[in-house]
T-cell receptor, first 115, second 112 residues
Framework: DADVTQTPRNRITKTGKRIMLECSQT?????MYWYRQDPGLGLQLIYY???????NKGEISDGYSVSRQAQAKFSLSLESAIPNQTALYFC??????????????FGPGTRLTVL | GQNIDQPTEMTATEGAIVQINCTYQ??????LFWYQQHAGEAPTFLSY????GLEEKGRFSSFLSRSKGYSYLLLKELQMKDSASYLC?????????????FGSGTRLQVQP
């Protein structure tokens, strides 16, 4: 079984709809992240969370919100979807290690299309 | 945020060696990561450099020069399955180094 799962894997929605993307992990990591990736581009950080009570905006948080329901679950919501939010969305996790920075483990991604 | 520069695309031949460069600008330093991403798939971790020098891991090696703000990923004995994008990333100053900033990636095409 995958350590980091995302649902749904694909979603087509219409402008103005509210949608939620879900991420679950069984790695026992405290840190979770949401990124979006546009074709041919790198990953842009939307939100990140270092524990259930710690939620932080990333570089492109406008139009998005998140919820950290438990250590293992981190959801991303688009309150009113718009076409330029069409992208590939990745959830990632990492462990907390003193004195260094840990690698991030990525989920398989959710391909979102907003018509 | 930081500036991270990588070439957009590279082409190489199966069995050859290719070097993918990454330059970055950041004050303070907490290491540099390389990830591999096949088209439509999740990025996977390749390497992490925090000290100057070359780290070798099988066919892949990664080099870092902190004074020059420069890293490269060296892929030897290229295989067709190495066709992918390669992303370098550094801790993000905008997040107090709590998250990563990624470059746009270098798309490598390996030809027969």
């Amino acid at each position: 079984d995958a350590d980091v799962t995302q649902t749904p894997r694909n979603r087509i929605t219409k402008t103005g709809k509210r949608i939620m993307l879900e991420c679950s992990q069984t790695k026992g990591h405290d840190r979770m992240y949401w990124y979006r990736q546009d074709p041919g581009l790198g990953l842009q950080l939307i939100y990140y969370s270092f524990d259930v009570k710690d939620i932080n905006k990333g570089e492109i948080s406008d139009g998005y919100s998140v919820s950290r329901q438990a250590q293992a679950k981190f959801s991303l919501s688009l309150e009113s979807a718009i076409p330029n939010q069409t992208a590939l969305y990745f959830c990632a996790t990492s462990d907390q290690r003193q004195g260094g920075y840990n690698e991030q483990f990525f989920g398989p991604g959710t391909r979102l299309t907003v018509l | 945020g930081q500036n991270i520069d990588q070439p957009t695309e590279m082409t190489a031949t199966e069995g050859a060696i290719v070097q993918i460069n990454c330059t970055y600008q950041t004050s303070g330093f907490n290491g540099l990561f390389w990830y591999q991403q096949h088209a439509g798939e999740a990025p996977t971790f390749l390497s992490y450099n925090v000290l100057d020098g070359l780290e070798e891991k099988g066919r892949f090696s990664s080099f870092l020069s902190r004074s020059k703000g420069y890293s490269y990923l060296l892929l030897k004995e290229l295989q067709m399955k190495d066709s992918a994008s390669y992303l370098c990333a550094v801790p993000s100053m905008d997040t107090g180094r709590r998250a990563l900033t990624f470059g746009s990636g270098t798309r490598l095409q390996v030809q027969p």
